[in-house]
């Protein structure tokens, strides 16, 4: 593990911004645990931050493809585009049902 990677995450659990919903109303959002999951993404713990946001491992490639496809102007970027949307919106529905469910 990379020591400035760790570094790095533990000033990212002290600047987490809280969850107005889940304090206003005590029920968690579609987002809830999306920071929580990039702190163990940076830690290394891949297993646990997919346990806490299963869309994360769809919402990064989605922004990496955004972002190169206007960059480098890729042919199948609509695609990819396309697809990764609809597994992210997918995934946070099906993780947030659950959630609601336990």
């Known amino acids: 593990m990379n020591l400035s990677l760790t570094i790095q995450a533990l000033r990212l659990n002290d600047y987490m ?3 107005l919903n889940k304090e ?6 579609p987002g809830c645990g999306l920071q929580r999951s990039v702190s163990l993404l940076l830690n290394g713990e891949l297993w646990a931050a ?3 946001y ?8 989605l ?18 585009v396309i697809g990764l949307s ?3 919106v997918a995934l946070i529905l099906i993780n947030y049902t659950i ?3 336990l």
């Open 86 to 88: 609809i597994a992210s």
């Open 50 to 52: 997919f346990k806490m």
């Open 24 to 29: 206003l109303l005590g029920l968690d959002c």
């Open 17 to 19: 911004l809280p969850c």
């Open 54 to 61: 299963p869309a994360l491992f769809t919402l990064l490639p």
């Open 63 to 80: 922004f990496v493809v955004l972002i190169s496809g206007e960059v480098f102007h890729m042919k199948y970027s609509n695609r990819l």
């Open 99 to 101: 959630k609601l469910i």
